[in-house]
T-cell receptor
Framework: RKEVEQDPGPFNVPEGATVAFNCTYS??????FFWYRQDCRKEPKLLMS???SGNEDGRFTAQLNRASQYISLLIRDSKLSDSATYLC????????????FGSGTRLQVQP | NAGVTQTPKFQVLKTGQSMTLQCAQD?????MSWYRQDPGMGLRLIHY???????DQGEVPNGYNVSRSTTEDFPLRLLSAAPSQTSVYFC?????????????????FGPGTRLTVL
């Protein structure tokens, strides 16, 4: 089983739609969580960290469910510019000192 | 601040050749790492460093060497290139990797090197 799993998509949604992605992680000791965004043929960039209480940044909302070991990203009022791949990232805080990246979920927002 | 810089942007090698991918950061970050990204497989960690003089293996280290003689530089050496090493390589840095303060975990990535091995 992969440490971090995501539905690869693509998710094709019209402008203005609300879309949600989930990501599951296997290590229950994982301590911090992030969503990164990667545009085609570009480097990944941090979108937002995910806090236990959930957090919101404009149209983006991230949630953490430790009991079920998943994190989610909700995008409201989708824009064409939201088209990208969204990477789920986990820091287990133990063992290998590195972040673990999911394979990404591709979002295509259509006019 | 230039952030994280990588050179070259593109490279074509023949099987068996060696080369070094350069990575530098000017943010005084302690933590640096190298990833490769292949279609459908996401980012896979090759090697990482938690500070000058300290390196360790990641998930896919075979065929690659690294060194960290300064805080700023973290070159990746391909010892004898193979077609399986055709990939996009990203270097990244952050203040730390310790999970105590996630704010310091933000990875800043370079623009990547697209490597083809024939």
């Amino acid at each position: 089983r992969k440490e971090v799993e995501q539905d690869p998509g693509p998710f094709n949604v019209p402008e203005g739609a609300t879309v949600a992605f989930n990501c599951t992680y296997s290590n229950s000791a994982s301590q911090s969580f992030f969503w990164y965004r990667q545009d085609c043929r570009k480097e990944p960039k941090l979108l937002m960290s995910v806090y236990s209480s959930g957090n919101e940044d404009g149209r983006f909302t991230a949630q953490l469910n430790r009991a079920s070991q998943y994190i989610s990203l909700l995008i409201r009022d989708s824009k064409l510019s939201d088209s990208a791949t969204y990477l789920c990232v986990v820091n287990t805080g133990t063992g290998r000192r590195a972040l673990t990246f999911g394979s990404g979920t591709r979002l295509q927002v259509q006019p | 601040n230039a952030g994280v810089t990588q050179t070259p942007k593109f490279q074509v090698l023949k099987t068996g050749q060696s080369m070094t991918l350069q990575c530098a950061q000017d943010m005084n970050h302690e933590y640096m790492s190298w990833y490769r990204q292949d279609p459908g497989m996401g980012l896979r960690l090759i090697h990482y460093s938690v500070g000058a003089g300290i390196t360790d293996q990641g998930e896919v280290p075979n065929g690659y060497n690294v060194s960290r003689s300064t805080t700023e530089d973290f070159p990746l050496r391909l010892l004898s290139a193979a077609p399986s090493q055709t990939s996009v390589y990203f270097c990244a840095s952050s203040y730390s990797i310790d999970s105590g303060n996630p704010t310091y975990n933000e990875q800043f990535f370079g623009p990547g090197t697209r490597l083809t091995v024939l």
